[in-house]
């Protein structure tokens, strides 16, 4: 069974930084591609970043050069480093697993910016 666990998101202030941190199980990490997306009230889920097996990195253009995003194969985790954080980045942040046939998603975790 595929279980991913958020955690880390939290309340800062404009141009503050958090850390996010996803825990895999139930699934041969390596192989898949993981990625973070987050959903703001009344709109869509959307990319953040995403990390493939081979350690290439995709990012959302609203995010470039603030977050980073890592991942540790032997530890099944998977990271979000968020820094220069705006209001506009706040929404509910979830850690995907991009497993064919079986996407599969976490609870979420809250970031909230202030202005």
């Known amino acids: 069974q595929v279980q991913l666990v958020e955690s880390g998101g939290g309340l800062v202030q404009s141009g503050g930084s958090l850390r996010l941190t996803c825990a895999a199980s139930?699934?041969?990490?390596?192989?898949?591609?993981m990625g973070w997306y987050r959903q703001a009230p009344g709109k869509q889920r959307e990319l953040v970043a995403t990390?493939?097996?081979?350690?290439?990195?995709d990012y959302a253009d609203s995010v470039k050069g603030r977050f980073t995003i890592s991942r540790d194969n032997a530890k099944k985790m998977v990271y979000l480093q968020m820094n220069s954080l705006k209001p506009g980045d706040t929404a509910v942040y979830y850690c995907?697993?991009?497993?064919?046939?079986?996407?599969?998603w976490g609870q979420g975790t809250q970031v909230t910016v202030s202005s």
């Open positions: 995907n697993a991009a497993i064919p046939g079986l996407p599969s």
């Open positions: 139930g699934i041969f990490f390596s192989l898949y591609t």
């Open positions: 990390m493939h097996k081979d350690g290439s990195t």
